[in-house]
């Protein structure tokens, strides 16, 4: 059944109040267990106190249909920590300070493949003010991975492992503003407020 994205309003939404709502999201599109919701819904609450998070919603009647997220990248947070030495080792490190970290972007797969994972995306990136973003996805051919290197995305470092999962991820840059790719997608622009 095709869905139509006339009805979905890309907005600005309060992190804590809608993170159990994400974490549907977050399991529908990226196959999560119970257990890995329940331990990313405190993880996404500790995110939602952070200085400088940006948080987006998609919301189709209501209905919360995407999400990302992010905030500027502190050396001593969790992420960081492990990717560091990969950074460094390749020469990139200074790719830790000064940087806007996505930290979760997720769209319902009935919504995928029409444009919205690229607006969450771009404009939490328009919204940082920083000049550089940077973050992490499984390291594999993957829509987000073309999504991402379309936006121009880069391969900072790879293979990365994180603690608790076997999945070999890529830590990727940009220099912002991302590309443009937009190619008219049927929804409404996110209002000018954070």
């Known amino acids: 059944m095709e869905q139509q994205l006339t009805?979905?309003?890309v907005q600005p939404i309060d992190l804590a109040a809608w993170a159990p709502y994400a974490l549907?999201?977050?399991s529908a599109a990226f196959g999560l267990s119970p257990e890995e919701v329940a331990v990313r819904l405190h993880i996404v609450g500790r995110h939602a106190l952070q200085p400088g998070v940006i948080a987006l919603g998609a919301l189709c009647a209501g209905r919360l249909v995407g999400f990302g997220y992010g905030m500027p990248n502190q050396r001593e947070h969790w992420w960081s920590t492990v990717i560091e030495p990969h950074l460094e080792a390749r020469g990139h490190g200074d790719w830790l300070d000064g940087v806007?970290?996505?930290?979760?972007?997720?769209?319902?797969?009935?919504?995928?493949?029409?444009?919205?994972?690229?607006?969450?995306?771009?404009?939490?990136c328009e919204r940082s003010g920083l000049p550089r973003s940077i973050?992490?996805?499984?390291?594999?051919?993957?829509?987000?991975?073309?999504l991402y290197r379309s936006l121009g995305y880069r391969d900072l470092a790879r293979p990365v492992r994180f603690p608790n999962t076997d999945r070999p991820y890529a830590v990727m840059g940009a220099r912002l503003p991302l590309l443009?790719?937009?190619?008219?997608?049927?929804?409404?622009?996110?209002?000018?407020?954070?």
């Open 7 to 9: 009805e979905v309003t």
């Open 24 to 26: 549907e999201v977050q």
């Open 135 to 146: 973050l992490s996805a499984i390291d594999a051919e993957t829509p987000a991975r073309r």
């Open 100 to 124: 806007f970290a996505v930290t979760e972007l997720h769209v319902l797969p009935q919504f995928q493949g029409r444009g919205l994972g690229s607006t969450l995306i771009r404009t939490l």
């Open 180 to 194: 443009d790719r937009t190619g008219g997608g049927s929804y409404s622009r996110p209002a000018n407020s954070r």
